[in-house]
């Protein structure tokens, strides 16, 4: 095992550091789940440095059990859109229960995602069950749907640091992206990742905007 010194930190005093915590709160508070965009192109740089950051999320045994797929390929996109549909028409027709569906209601979603065509970027974010750091699809991979799942925030938390707007999209089933993009079979797609420039029209409801207090979500000992 070889070490090397932990990295040096930046020197703040603590009202900075207060300061600085703020500031950043005050930037991913203002983070919305957008559902319209319009086709304005992002520079695939951008994407690239969101994934890189994806990328160094902590994660078990430092087996970084993630693939993403960056799509801007109209032809894919539509695939991917009209696979989704299809799941999703079954999904609101019923394969979802009563009580999801009335949790959906107040967000006012359907089976229609026009946004999968419009938007410029698709990111298809793939949790690898096996294969280790050397992905050789056989070594065991450890705490795999937690360290994506930071690997994803992080990725969301750039893209949005970038000026850019996304929505987490998770078409159920949505084993077709493995086809579609390529990947074998022990990576399990957990969600697709749409970033582009929101429509001047795209809304967000009152429902989005109920964030637990800190008082719920935090307790102090
Ligand atoms: N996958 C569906 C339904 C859906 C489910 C949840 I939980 C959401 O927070 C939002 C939507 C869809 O994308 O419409």
Redesign the pocket.
């Known amino acids: 095992m070889s070490e090397t010194p932990f990295p040096r930190l930046p020197a703040f005093s603590d009202d900075e550091r207060v300061a600085r915590a703020r500031a950043a709160f005050d930037r991913l508070a203002n983070r919305r789940t957008c559902r319209a965009f319009t086709d304005a192109p992002v520079p695939r740089e951008v994407i690239e440095y969101a994934i890189r950051a994806a990328g160094t999320a902590p994660s078990g045994a430092n087996h970084q059990p993630w693939h993403f797929t960056a799509i801007s390929s109209p032809a894919i996109k539509r695939a991917i859109r009209e696979a989704a549909e299809a799941e999703?028409r079954e999904?609101?027709a019923g394969r979802?229960s009563d009580e999801?569906l009335e949790?959906?209601a107040p967000?006012g979603?359907?089976?229609d995602?026009p946004v999968l065509e419009t938007a410029p970027w698709l990111i298809v974010c793939f949790a690898q069950r096996k294969g280790g750091i050397a992905e050789d699809g056989a070594t065991g991979n450890y705490y795999v749907t937690e360290s994506v799942g930071i690997a994803c925030g992080l990725l969301l938390a750039t893209l949005h640091e970038a000026g850019l707007a996304t929505l987490t999209?998770?078409?159920?089933p949505m084993g077709f992206l493995r086809d579609i993009c390529g990947r074998p079979a022990h990576e399990k797609p957990l969600m697709i990742v749409v970033a582009g420039h929101p429509d001047p029209r795209a809304t967000v409801t009152d429902h989005a905007l109920r964030k637990k207090d800190i008082a719920v979500i935090a307790n102090w000992l």
């Open positions: 999703e999904f609101y979802a999801w949790a959906l967000l979603t359907d089976p995602k999209h998770t078409p159920s």
